[in-house]
């Protein structure tokens, strides 16, 4: 089974789930991400924004629709999510 483990900048890892679309859920429903949350808005220019000035008061239905490699990109630097095994027995 795999796993995917979410690790923070400066906490280093801070938890894990099952699934690459719980991502986000994980995130917001522990408040490690919120509309006031920067992230890259266009990750050439390193410009960071607040989610709700990026997506407006709907940014949570706008980052569970972006693609993973998408919102890997958006996060760079904050959030880092590796899969690994997990064996259980």
Not at 12 to 17: D, E, N, R, S, T
Not at 23 to 46: A, M
Not at 72 to 82: A, I, R
Request: charged share 30%; hydrophobic share 40%.
């Amino acid at each position: 089974m795999k796993i995917i483990l979410i690790e923070e900048e400066n906490h280093g890892f801070i938890g894990a789930v099952t699934r690459k679309d719980l991502i986000l859920p994980w995130l917001v429903r522990n408040n490690w991400v919120n509309q006031f949350t920067e992230v890259y808005e266009d990750k050439d220019s390193y410009d960071y924004k607040p989610l709700k000035d990026i997506f407006g008061l709907t940014w949570y239905q706008s980052l569970t629709a972006l693609d993973f490699d998408v919102l890997c990109d958006m996060f760079d630097g904050t959030f880092y999510f590796s899969e690994e095994e997990v064996w259980e027995g």
